[in-house]
Nanobody, 116 residues
Framework: QVQLVESGGGSVQPGGSLRLSCAAS????????MRWYRQAPGKERELVAA????????SYPDSVKGRFTISRDNAKSTVYLQMNSLKPEDTAVYFC?????????WGQGTQVTVSS
């Protein structure tokens, strides 16, 4: 059974940090590219970070570049998202996503709230 389980979300003040984790099981994690998406209320889901299967290529949109860092540990089948200098506009449900060829899987999401 394929599972992507996110954790690490919560509430934080502006300027704070959180580290999200996404633990994968039920598929060959090391073969899959991994991404983090987020969705705020009333908005479309947006990509915030992507990493290739080997971890040798990473990309971010301008909205999070320099503040967010994606990484992966293929031995632990886990992908991470380190989020620093958080802003209220980062408030959203964060999802991890695995993709390889035509196969793709979503996690259930974890809430991140940035508020004073």
């Amino acid at each position: 059974q394929v599972q992507l389980v996110e954790s690490g979300g919560g509430s934080v003040q502006p300027g704070g940090s959180l580290r999200l984790s996404c633990a994968a099981s039920g598929f060959t994690f090391r073969s899959y590219a991994m991404r983090w998406y987020r969705q705020a209320p009333g908005k479309e889901r947006e990509l915030v970070a992507a990493i290739t299967s080997a971890g040798d290529s990473i990309s971010y949109p301008d909205s999070v570049k320099g503040r967010f860092t994606i990484s992966r540990d293929n031995a632990k089948s886990t992908v991470y998202l380190q989020m620093n200098s958080l802003k209220p506009e980062d408030t959203a449900v964060y999802f991890c996503y695995a993709v390889w060829r035509s196969w793709n899987y979503w996690g259930q999401g974890t809430q991140v709230t940035v508020s004073s």
